[in-house]
């Protein structure tokens, strides 16, 4: 196992973290910001983005923020922040697909997916499909996709991936 202490420097390497504003987002961009890499902070609301942005600032890190809105409820939003990360970085080193909502009533994405299936899942799948082409401009690149440990306790239940026959938001978050 490697200590975080025994992590080198992250310098040259850009890393694109979903859910960047806090938790585990929040305290893995202040990690390798630290080591010297420069983080795509990907937040659904760009105020908490820029404040927790203005608190890592404070710690005067070697490495540097790129700060961007990203709704993982809509496909077509993500697409088009795809683009914008495509026009702008040539490549990415490191994708770490980490937001995540836990246990809402039961809603609807724009796309009309139950709204955990579709943040939790599909949203940081097609993310990861469509950011691949930089992706693999780099050697030895890597997709990380944190998870929850009550995945455990779920059972995929394939004849209601909605949820429309019976509708529990915890058992849907752990499917």
């Not at 585990?24 to 080591?35: A, I, M």
């Not at 909605?162 to 499917?175: I, P, T, V």
Request: glycine share 6%; net charge positive.
């Amino acid at each position: 196992m490697i200590r975080l202490n025994e992590i080198k420097r992250q310098d040259k390497r850009i890393f694109l973290i979903t859910g960047a504003n806090s938790g585990l987002g929040y305290e893995t961009t202040k990690f390798l910001l630290e080591r010297g890499a420069t983080v795509i902070m990907c937040c659904r609301d760009l105020i908490k983005g820029e404040n927790a942005k203005k608190e890592l600032l404070k710690f005067n890190y070697s490495g540097n923020i790129e700060l961007f809105e990203l709704d993982l409820s809509d496909l077509i939003k993500i697409n088009k922040f795809v683009e914008l990360i495509k026009n702008k970085f040539n490549y990415l080193d490191v994708l770490i697909n980490n937001a995540g909502i836990m246990a809402p009533p039961k809603i609807f994405s724009k796309q009309g997916f139950e709204i955990q299936f579709a943040v939790n899942h599909l949203a940081h799948m097609y993310l990861t499909l469509e950011l691949l082409p930089i992706l693999e401009e780099r050697k030895n690149s890597r997709v990380v996709t944190v998870t929850s440990g009550v995945q455990y306790f779920g059972k995929i239940q394939w004849n209601d991936l909605q949820g429309n026959l019976k509708y529990d938001r915890w058992a849907s978050y752990a499917q």
